[in-house]
C-alpha cells in the first residue's frame, strides 16, 4: 500500500508517456513554437510609420542626389553660369553674382527653388559685345535659347539625380531592391509634381520686381529705370537681356559699381521717417541721395525724440544732404523743434495744408497734432487726427478747385492720412515703424514708411534690432503719377545687410489700363481743369 502511495504521489516523478507511432510515416512531429507573451511586440511597424520612414528616404535621397550631382553649368549670354534645383519652402529664383551679391525673384510658387550661380564671364563673348554694339539687339533672343536649353538639361539630369539618388539610399536602409526601386519611382513623382507646379505658377513679370542683397542692392541701375520699365517692357526675354548686359557692364567694372544713370523724365523722392535721434541716419540719407541721384527728401515726421531746444543741434546735417528736404512735424517733434527747421536754408516745412512744388511735384501737408515724446496716450487723440486730415482735406479740395492740385500730401499718423482719401494720389506717412503700401476705397495710394533711424535708441529695447527702412519713389515728370518704389531695408543697430527691392503699381503693369488720379478734374466737370506746368507755391 506504501507503494502504491508513493506512485500516486503529487510530488513523485511522472511516467513518461509513450511517444506517438509515427514511426511508419518516417518522421517525428515538430514542437509547437510558444506564442509571444506580448503580442504587440510581435507585430510589425505601424503602416504610418512605415510610410513616414519612406517618405524621409525618399527626402533625403533626392536631396542628396541634387546635391552631388544634379547641377548644369551653362552659358548665358556672356556669362558661363551654373544652374541647380533645390528644395524649398517658397520656390522663387536665386541669381548669385559673386562677389556683388544676389537677386531674388519671385518666379514661382514650388517646393524646389533654381539657383543660377554666375560663374565668370567669358572674355571672348563680352568682348564681342564691347566691340560690337549692335549685337546687344539680338542679345535677348540669344539670352532665351540659353536659358530654355539650360533649364531642359537641368530638368532631365535632376531627374536622373533624385532617382539615383533616391534608390541608392532606399537599397542602403531596406536592403530590398524591390523598396529601393519604389523610393526612386517616388522621388521622380515627387520631382514632376513640382515641377508642374513651377510651371503653373510661373511668373515671368517677376523681374519687374526683383529683391537685391549684398552689394547688389547699392546698384540701382542694375534693371534700369523707372519710366523705361514701364514704357519699354514688352515680354520676359527683353527683361532678361537687359539683367544680363547690366550684370556684364557690372563684372567689367570690377573696381568700382556703377552709378546709376539719371532719366530726365523720372523725379525721384527720397521717402523717410521716424529717424528718432539717430546720427546715422543722415549718413544713409545722404548717400542714398548721391547714388539715386535724389530730387526731393520727405520726413513724415519723429525726427527728434523729445523736441527739447538742446536736441536742435542735431538737425543741422539736413543742410548738407544735397536736395531740398520737405518736412511735417511728428508726435515726438515740439513746435521748437518746427521753428528751428524753418530757419534752415533747404528745408520746407509744411502744416496746416501748406504747399510747395519742388522737382515739379506739388507737395501738401499738415503736422501732428498730438505732441507725446513720452509715449502716453491723450484722451481723444483719435479724433484730433481725424480733424488735421479732415483740415488737409479741405485745403487738397480747395486747390484742386483752383487748378492747382497737390500731387503728394505728408501727414504723421496715418488715421489722418485716411482722411484725404480721394483728394490726392499719393498721401505718404510714418508713425508705425514698418512699411504698408494699400490704395484706399477712392484711389488715394497711402504710402507708410518704416524708421529710418530703426527706431532710434529704441532698438535694443527687443529682442532683435528695427531695420533701417527707407524708400525711392519714381514719379513721371510729365503726368507727376507714381511709377514705381524701390523698398531699401539695412540691418539694425551691429547688423550688416542690405536689401534693396522693386515694386510697380498694378496700373503700370505691363498690359494694365492706366487708372485716372483721384485728384484729376473730371472731363465732365466744366468749372475745372487740367493742372498745367507746376508753378511755386508760397
Given at each position: 500500500?506504501?507503494?502504491?502511495?508513493?506512485?500516486?504521489s503529487?510530488?513523485?516523478?511522472?511516467?513518461?508517456?509513450?511517444?506517438?507511432?509515427?514511426?511508419?510515416?518516417?518522421?517525428?512531429?515538430?514542437?509547437?513554437?510558444?506564442?509571444?507573451?506580448?503580442?504587440?511586440?510581435?507585430?510589425?511597424?505601424?503602416?504610418?510609420?512605415?510610410?513616414?520612414?519612406?517618405?524621409?528616404?525618399?527626402?533625403?535621397?533626392?536631396?542628396?542626389?541634387l546635391?552631388?550631382?544634379?547641377?548644369?553649368?551653362?552659358?548665358?549670354?556672356?556669362?558661363?553660369?551654373?544652374?541647380?534645383?533645390?528644395?524649398?519652402?517658397?520656390?522663387?529664383?536665386?541669381?548669385?553674382i559673386?562677389?556683388?551679391?544676389?537677386?531674388?525673384?519671385?518666379?514661382?510658387?514650388?517646393?524646389?527653388r533654381?539657383?543660377?550661380?554666375?560663374?565668370?564671364?567669358?572674355?571672348?563673348?563680352?568682348?564681342?559685345?564691347?566691340?560690337?554694339?549692335?549685337?546687344?539687339?539680338?542679345?535677348?533672343?540669344?539670352?532665351?535659347?540659353?536659358?530654355?536649353?539650360?533649364?531642359?538639361?537641368?530638368?532631365?539630369?535632376?531627374?536622373?539625380?533624385?532617382?539615383?539618388?533616391?534608390?541608392?539610399?532606399?537599397?542602403?536602409?531596406?536592403?530590398?531592391?524591390?523598396?529601393?526601386?519604389?523610393?526612386?519611382?517616388?522621388?521622380?513623382?515627387?520631382?514632376?509634381?513640382?515641377?508642374?507646379?513651377?510651371?503653373?505658377?510661373?511668373?515671368?513679370?517677376?523681374?519687374?520686381?526683383?529683391?537685391?542683397?549684398g552689394?547688389?542692392?547699392?546698384?540701382?541701375?542694375?534693371?534700369?529705370?523707372?519710366?523705361?520699365?514701364?514704357?519699354?517692357?514688352?515680354?520676359?526675354?527683353?527683361?532678361?537681356?537687359?539683367?544680363?548686359?547690366?550684370?556684364?557692364?557690372?563684372?567689367?567694372?570690377?573696381s568700382?559699381?556703377?552709378?546709376?544713370?539719371?532719366?530726365?523724365?523720372?523725379?525721384?523722392?527720397?521717402?523717410?521717417?521716424?529717424?528718432?535721434?539717430?546720427?546715422?541716419?543722415?549718413?544713409?540719407?545722404?548717400?542714398?541721395?548721391?547714388?539715386?541721384?535724389?530730387?526731393?527728401?520727405?520726413?513724415?515726421g519723429?525726427?527728434?525724440?523729445?523736441?527739447?531746444?538742446?536736441?536742435?543741434?542735431?538737425?543741422?546735417?539736413?543742410?548738407?544732404?544735397?536736395?531740398?528736404y520737405?518736412?511735417?512735424?511728428?508726435?515726438?517733434?515740439?513746435?521748437?523743434?518746427?521753428?528751428?527747421?524753418?530757419?534752415?536754408?533747404?528745408?520746407?516745412?509744411?502744416?496746416?495744408?501748406?504747399?510747395?512744388?519742388?522737382?515739379?511735384?506739388?507737395?501738401?501737408g499738415?503736422?501732428?497734432?498730438?505732441f507725446?515724446?513720452?509715449?502716453?496716450?491723450?484722451?481723444g487723440?483719435?479724433?484730433?487726427?481725424?480733424?488735421?486730415?479732415?483740415?488737409?482735406?479741405?485745403?487738397?479740395?480747395?486747390?484742386?478747385?483752383?487748378?492747382?492740385?497737390?500731387?503728394?500730401?505728408?501727414?504723421?499718423?496715418?488715421?489722418?492720412?485716411?482722411?484725404?482719401?480721394?483728394?490726392?494720389?499719393?498721401?505718404?506717412?510714418?508713425?508705425?515703424?514698418?512699411?504698408?503700401?494699400?490704395?484706399?476705397?477712392?484711389?488715394?495710394?497711402?504710402?507708410v514708411?518704416?524708421?529710418?533711424?530703426?527706431?532710434?535708441?529704441?532698438?535694443?529695447?527687443?529682442?532683435?534690432?528695427?531695420?533701417?527702412?527707407?524708400?525711392?519713389?519714381?514719379?513721371?515728370?510729365?503726368?507727376?503719377?507714381?511709377?514705381?518704389?524701390?523698398?531699401?531695408?539695412?540691418?539694425?543697430?551691429?547688423?550688416t545687410?542690405?536689401?534693396?527691392?522693386?515694386?510697380?503699381?498694378k496700373?503700370?503693369?505691363?498690359?494694365?489700363?492706366?487708372?485716372?488720379?483721384?485728384?484729376?478734374?473730371?472731363?465732365?466737370?466744366?468749372s475745372?481743369?487740367?493742372?498745367?506746368?507746376?508753378?511755386?507755391?508760397?
Open positions: 500500500m506504501a507503494r502504491a502511495r508513493a506512485r500516486t503529487p510530488t513523485s516523478r511522472p511516467r513518461p508517456t509513450a511517444p506517438r507511432k509515427t514511426k511508419r510515416l518516417g518522421f517525428l512531429p515538430r514542437p509547437r513554437r510558444r506564442r509571444p507573451a506580448t503580442p504587440e511586440l510581435a507585430a510589425g511597424p505601424n503602416p504610418w510609420v512605415r510610410a513616414l520612414g519612406l517618405t524621409a528616404v525618399v527626402l533625403v535621397g533626392a536631396w542628396l542626389g546635391l552631388i550631382v544634379g547641377n548644369v553649368r551653362t552659358p548665358v549670354g556672356p556669362m558661363n553660369t551654373t544652374m541647380t534645383l533645390r528644395p524649398s519652402l517658397t520656390g522663387g529664383t536665386k541669381i548669385n559673386s562677389p556683388l551679391g544676389a537677386l531674388h525673384l519671385d518666379s514661382h510658387t514650388a517646393p524646389v533654381l539657383d543660377v550661380n554666375v560663374d565668370q564671364l567669358d572674355p571672348a563673348r563680352s568682348q564681342a559685345l564691347v566691340d560690337h554694339p549692335e549685337r546687344l539687339s539680338g542679345l535677348e533672343d540669344e539670352v532665351a535659347d540659353d536659358v530654355a536649353h539650360g533649364t531642359m538639361d537641368l530638368a532631365l539630369r535632376s531627374a536622373v539625380a533624385v532617382v539615383v539618388g533616391a534608390t541608392a539610399l532606399g537599397l542602403a536602409v531596406y536592403r530590398r531592391p524591390r523598396r529601393a526601386l519604389a523610393a526612386g519611382g517616388l522621388a521622380l513623382a515627387l520631382l514632376a509634381a513640382s515641377g508642374a507646379t513651377a510651371y503653373a505658377t510661373w511668373n515671368p513679370k517677376s523681374v519687374l520686381e526683383p529683391r537685391f542683397s552689394l547688389l542692392s547699392s546698384a540701382p541701375s542694375l534693371v534700369g529705370n523707372a519710366r523705361s520699365i514701364v514704357t519699354e517692357f514688352d515680354v520676359y526675354q527683353q527683361e532678361l537681356a537687359r539683367l544680363v548686359t547690366n550684370v556684364t557692364k557690372l563684372y567689367d567694372v570690377t568700382t559699381l556703377p552709378a546709376f544713370q539719371p532719366d530726365p523724365t523720372t523725379v525721384r523722392v527720397l521717402h523717410v521717417s521716424d529717424i528718432h535721434l539717430n546720427p546715422a541716419s543722415w549718413k544713409i540719407i545722404a548717400s542714398l541721395v548721391e547714388q539715386y541721384k535724389v530730387d526731393v527728401i520727405v520726413d513724415s519723429d525726427t527728434m525724440d523729445h523736441g527739447s531746444a538742446a536736441e536742435n543741434g542735431f538737425l543741422d546735417p539736413i543742410a548738407d544732404l544735397g536736395a531740398p520737405v518736412w511735417v512735424r511728428g508726435n515726438h517733434d515740439s513746435r521748437v523743434t518746427q521753428r528751428y527747421l524753418e530757419g534752415i536754408d533747404n528745408v520746407h516745412v509744411l502744416d496746416d495744408g501748406r504747399a510747395v512744388t519742388l522737382a515739379g511735384l506739388r507737395f501738401a499738415i503736422g501732428d497734432p498730438q507725446t515724446p513720452d509715449r502716453s496716450t491723450v484722451p487723440a483719435g479724433a484730433s487726427q481725424e480733424e488735421a486730415g479732415d483740415r488737409l482735406t479741405a485745403a487738397l479740395l480747395a486747390r484742386q478747385a483752383a487748378g492747382t492740385p497737390v500731387d503728394v500730401a505728408v501727414v504723421h499718423e496715418p488715421s489722418a492720412a485716411r482722411r484725404t482719401d480721394g483728394a490726392v494720389p499719393l498721401v505718404l506717412a510714418g508713425h508705425l515703424h514698418h512699411e504698408e503700401m494699400e490704395v484706399m476705397e477712392k484711389g488715394t495710394r497711402l504710402r514708411e518704416g524708421s529710418t533711424g530703426g527706431s532710434g535708441l529704441r532698438a535694443v529695447e527687443g529682442e532683435y534690432p528695427d531695420p533701417i527702412q527707407a524708400s525711392i519713389l519714381y514719379f513721371d515728370r510729365d503726368t507727376r503719377r507714381l511709377q514705381a518704389w524701390d523698398e531699401i531695408e539695412l540691418g539694425g543697430l551691429g547688423l545687410t542690405a536689401e534693396v527691392s522693386r515694386h510697380l503699381p496700373e503700370n503693369q505691363p498690359g494694365a489700363s492706366p487708372v485716372p488720379s483721384p485728384s484729376s478734374p473730371s472731363p465732365a466737370t466744366p475745372t481743369r487740367s493742372a498745367g506746368p507746376s508753378t511755386p507755391s508760397p
